[in-house]
C-alpha cells in the first residue's frame, strides 16, 4: 500500500519536478601546460610546456533555472596520463544562455580547484624519472553546446584557460569536445 501511494504521489508530481536539475558529460580534453618545472641543473629551475591528449568528465546541477539564461553549479576533472602529463579537478560557477530561435547553448565559467602536472625530471641523479606538482589552480572556460536531442546536447567546442595560484606556477590551456546528457 505504502510503495502503491508513493508511486501515485511521485507520478503526480512529476510535472511540477523542475526538468533537467543535473547533467553529467564526458569530453575529449587535450591540454597545454606551460612552465611546468622540470627539475633543477645548476642551480637553474628547469621549465618546460607540452601538449597532452586526455580525457574530462564532469556534473553540472542547475541552481537557478530560468528560461533565457542558467546559473549552474559544475564539477569536472580531466587527465592525461602518463609523463608528460596533467590531471585537474575543479569547481565553479557556470552561466549559461539559450538565446531565442538560437539552438545554441552559449555559456562562461569561472572555476578553481586543483592542478597536477608530471614532466620528465632533468635534475642530474635523477634524469629520466618523473616530476610532478600538485597546486591549487583557476580556470575560465568558454563554450558552445548544440542540442541534438531533448536529454543530450553534442558540446561542440570549450575553451579554457587557467593558472596555479602560486607565483610563477605553470599556466594551462585546454579545448574540449564531448557530450552533455540531462537528467
Known amino acids: ?12 508530481l512529476a510535472p511540477a519536478l523542475p526538468a533537467q536539475v543535473l547533467s553529467a558529460y564526458i ?16 642551480g637553474q629551475t628547469q621549465s618546460t610546456s607540452f601538449w597532452a591528449s586526455g580525457v ?4 553540472t546541477l542547475n541552481i537557478l533555472p530560468l528560461h ?5 553549479l559544475d564539477l569536472r576533472g580531466s587527465t592525461a596520463p602518463g609523463t608528460p602529463g ?29 592542478l597536477g602536472t608530471r614532466s620528465v625530471n632533468v635534475t642530474p ?12 589552480a583557476w580556470e575560465i572556460l568558454g563554450g558552445i553546446d548544440y542540442p541534438v536531442m531533448p ?7 570549450e575553451f579554457g584557460g ?22
Open 1 to 12: 500500500m505504502a510503495k502503491s501511494l508513493f508511486t501515485a504521489i511521485l507520478f503526480l
Open 27 to 42: 569530453t575529449y580534453s587535450p591540454i597545454h601546460a606551460s612552465s611546468v618545472q622540470t627539475g633543477v641543473v645548476g
Open 56 to 59: 574530462g568528465g564532469g556534473l
Open 68 to 72: 533565457l539564461i542558467n546559473l549552474r
Open 86 to 114: 596533467a590531471t585537474t579537478g575543479l569547481a565553479g560557477i557556470k552561466l549559461s544562455v539559450h538565446p531565442p530561435l538560437l539552438r545554441l547553448r552559449p555559456y562562461i565559467q569561472a572555476s578553481g580547484g586543483y
Open 125 to 136: 641523479g635523477a634524469a629520466g624519472s618523473t616530476f610532478s606538482h600538485h597546486d591549487g
Open 151 to 157: 536529454f543530450i546536447d553534442f558540446r561542440a567546442i
Open 162 to 183: 587557467g593558472r596555479a595560484v602560486i607565483s610563477n606556477g605553470p599556466s594551462f590551456f585546454t579545448i574540449n569536445t564531448g557530450l552533455v546528457v540531462h537528467f
